[in-house]
């Protein structure tokens, strides 16, 4: 029995696995085309695929750094909410110390 779940457990594994390598390869696509589209509007049929994977290589790091940031200011939001949070806490505690 523990033989069929672990044969069980290592299907999906691989069907996670082969759905993750699909949503890469869906992505590189992706990126691809919009590389061409944009080098085929610059420079018309003047390009070639090296240009291509360069142009698709920069949007791609161009959107994984633009993501990086996006997470490096909610994690600077929440932060701040936390410590806001806390500096109103502790002026509540104080004021409440005082009138008593």
């Known amino acids: 029995m523990a033989n069929l779940l672990e044969k069980y457990e290592d299907m999906q594994k691989v069907a996670e696995l082969e759905e993750l390598k699909q949503d890469r390869i869906n992505a590189i696509v992706k990126y691809a085309s919009l590389a061409e589209e944009a080098l085929e509007e610059q420079y018309g049929e003047d390009y070639n695929e090296d240009d291509v994977i360069k142009v ?5 790091d161009s959107d994984l750094a633009q993501d990086e940031e996006q997470e490096k200011v909610a994690e600077y939001d929440q932060l ?3 410590m806001a949070r806390a500096f109103a806490d502790e002026q509540a505690k104080i004021e409440s110390e005082l009138e008593d």
């Open 56 to 60: 698709a290589e920069f949007m791609i």
């Open 80 to 82: 701040g909410r936390i």
